[in-house]
């Protein structure tokens, strides 16, 4: 199913049927199986790669590696992929791939293997730049230093490590990137100094651990995180870099005494300002919705909230900043790595922060004021101002 309401947008922009016809199924899908030795034990991990609609450029999207990989997540996170780029209008199209492994069940070099194998089976694309891919859930920089070492072409693949031809703060970029949005809409939302307002973060990988930080250094009170195995909660306000550093030293936040140990359930219920699930998708559903207490929800995840849930959120009229904005941080960063990696013009942190703070909150305006003008949703004036730049590139380039 679309992740696009297509009889809601309607109303507000128009969608013919032949529109509709392209953008409610992938151009193309691939499934692939990857089988390699290890310890002469063989494992056999079946992976997708799924280029939902190219329109407006090469399918952009990262790789998830996780137990839980299917082919359809792997086409709604292209789907998202679409309606983000098309957003903040970076020429990218919408990808994502997937691999159905634990990776913490294997060691770096194990993984180097898995995924140069990956390479070999989608070379072509890969080496053509048909797919871009950069780092997901599960995979990180390492992972996409391997890809590089086997394409050998800097802009085939984003989130590399800064050693290998990667760029400042696209490892910091989504993090950030929800970070600014949270800003804004506490500013434009909520009636408080910044210093008063907190907020609650599920998940404390990647893209949860930097929004913290960058909340935290910009004087919010970050009263609660969580990654898979438990979460923390302090009123007062958790040491958000002392907890990076020993997310990464142990590999979980449960050995950290530095508040009350909460369940995931339980922090998403908090009594907070503003919610950020930044884990994995339908988190808050029809079970938990109408438990929601805090008025801002950021979608730092992909599709964190249920299509049920929303219109409970909605009714509660809590503002959900959705995901096509809301972590649309990383692939602008990855637009200026690729940038970067054709052009071999050296990019430094402070003006990738730059280009990600520039076009996200140009963008929050313009969703915020298409969602006043209509009387909608953040989620349904994001995705008429997405829908309707792809279909005038599909005019554009005659395919409707
Ligand atoms: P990650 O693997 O670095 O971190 C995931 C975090 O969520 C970890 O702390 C993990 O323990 C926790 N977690 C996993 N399953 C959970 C569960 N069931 N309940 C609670 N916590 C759980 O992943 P990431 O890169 O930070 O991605 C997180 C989300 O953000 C995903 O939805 C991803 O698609 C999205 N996203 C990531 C990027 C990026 O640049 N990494 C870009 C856009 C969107």
Redesign the pocket.
Known sequence: MSIINFDKLRKIIPITVNAQELLSKPEKEITFQINIHINKKLFSFYGYVVYYNTVRGPAKG?I?LSPNVTLEETRD?AERMVYKTALTDIPFGGGKSGVCIDPAKFDRYDIRCILQEYVHILQIDLNTQTYIP?????SSPLEMMVIYGETHIPESVT?KPITVGGLPGRNE??GRGAAVIAKEAAVNFIDKPINEINVAI???????SFAAYFLSMWGMKVVAV????CGIFNPEGLPIPEMMNCAKKDGTLSTLCLGEKIS?ADLLTLDVDILIP????N?INIDNAQNIRSSIIIE???GPTTYEADEILNGKNIKVIPDILS?AG?VIASYVEWHQGKSGILTDISETFAVIDKLLKKNFVLVKDMAEKWNISHRDAAHAIAVQKVITAMKDRGWI
């Open positions: 990262g998830r996170l950069a780092p997901d859930m599960g989130g970029a989504t599920q998940g404390f990988g990647n893209v949860g969580s990654d898979v195995q995931n930044a884990a994995c998708e988190v730092a995840a992909n972590n990383g």
